[in-house]
């Protein structure tokens, strides 16, 4: 039997990269968010895809101390994330997917969901009566984004369940999802959606079978429409420090009647080390096949991290990295576990020093933007993409 050497402590076992979240960039980022839409509506922070790559645990436990009590996520499966990360008192809503066979579990931890088809009321008012507690509702009706939403022809039988089963069913919400409020272009189709919205909470308030809560609104509305703030504001990538889109920022440039201004700050930081150092004579080739040839003698380092690990391979030959405050270019493939970046023009540099991924180092950054445009991906897309078993840790 190989019992192992006790004196050895398995907590410096490291893994390729690591990521630090800043908290008091994020409670900075939910500050902002709380001037610009009022003191009144709920800020639901949207913590779905592992919080946007952050890491749930982590990122639940930081908006606590930020004040934050509700969270919005995209399966039961992430609620259950929540609820292991969470207060008693904190409040979680799924969004998305709610297999019929969870809607007990979902209903006896007090989980508000989506309900947007009249054969998920009736299954809620029979899980209701079964679990012996009340199913937590929100509506979603169809206003034009065309993906989940009760058809507004629906709208009065969907009331009359409710009203009927009012002793297994709290109302507790009222909401759409707008297709696009990031983009100007986009803002006649986000009218008419609200417009449908409005029809449809007046249909609540002629039957008398009122929500509690109106809610239409993501980070992008949140910020650019007033009137899409209503009761609460389902806020996800502001509350990770990045802009929905250019025009997002644009008009809280206008607003504010400033050419540039920097209110919301990114959380993540993400950091590796050199792994080995290697001298490249002039003419041979860096990696899989012959996409990077040297053209003078170089000195390449080898950073432990590639696509398996979150490192987009499209930004093979494109992307770049910090080591010593300087920028060092990607030459070659990102591989499954490995790639290699120019370090000929940076004095000193030896294996084991800190690479910034995503961050800052000395006066230099990385964007999240910046990355992700090499990388052609949306900031989202990226950050959810970070595996799930990077080690976080809080910093201030
Ligand atoms: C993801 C999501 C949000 C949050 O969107 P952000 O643009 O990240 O603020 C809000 N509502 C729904 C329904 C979502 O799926």
């Known amino acids: ?123 809620s008012v029979e899980a209701a009566k079964r679990v012996g507690k009340k199913a937590v509702i929100h509506l979603e009706v169809e206003t034009g984004g065309n993906r989940t939403g009760l058809p507004i022809e629906q709208m009065q039988e969907a009331l009359d369940l409710i009203e009927a089963n009012a002793e297994h069913i709290d109302f507790r919400g009222l909401c759409t999802h707008l297709a696009g409020a990031e983009t100007l272009a986009n803002h006649f189709r986000i009218r008419r959606q609200m417009i449908r919205y409005n029809e449809a909470y007046e249909t609540t308030q002629q039957k008398n079978v009122l929500p509690k809560l109106r809610h239409i609104a993501s980070s992008a509305a949140g910020l650019t429409i007033p009137e899409a703030r209503m009761d609460m504001v389902r806020v996800g990538i502001a509350l990770y420090g990045l802009w929905p889109s250019p025009d997002v920022y644009n008009m809280h440039l206008v607003e504010i009647n400033q050419v540039s201004d920097n209110p919301l700050h990114r959380v993540i930081s993400w950091k590796t080390d050199i792994m080995h150092l290697k001298d490249v004579n002039e003419g041979e080739f860096v990696g899989y096949g012959t996409s990077y040839q040297a053209l003078r003698n170089m000195k390449v380092a080898v950073i432990p991290l590639g696509y398996a690990n979150g490192y987009s391979r499209s930004l093979s030959n494109k992307g770049f990295v910090l080591i010593h405050g300087k920028r060092a270019n990607i030459c070659g493939l990102i591989n499954m576990n490995l790639f290699m970046v120019d370090v000929t023009h940076i004095e000193g540099v030896e294996v084991g020093d800190e690479v910034i991924l995503i961050g800052n180092q000395d006066n230099s950054s990385i964007t999240i933007s910046s990355f992700s445009d090499f990388a052609n991906q949306l900031n989202n897309e990226l950050m959810s993409r970070l595996p799930a078993d990077i080690p976080r840790q809080i910093v201030d």
């Open 1 to 123: 039997m190989i019992t192992g050497i006790p004196s050895i402590d398995k907590s410096i076992v490291r893994h390729s990269s690591r990521i630090d979240l800043s908290l008091g960039a994020l409670q900075n980022n939910v500050s902002f968010v709380r001037n610009k839409i009022g003191a009144d509506p709920i800020i639901s922070a949207v913590v779905k895809s592992n919080a946007y790559g952050h890491g749930t645990q982590h990122f639940v436990s930081m908006l606590i101390k930020c004040g934050i009590k509700h969270f919005s996520v995209a399966s039961s499966y992430e609620a259950q994330e929540v609820l292991r990360s969470c207060l008693p008192d904190c409040e979680i809503m799924i969004m998305g997917i709610l297999y019929s066979r969870d809607l007990e579990w979902v209903i006896y931890n007090n989980i508000q969901y989506y309900v947007f088809d009249l054969e998920r009321i009736r299954q």
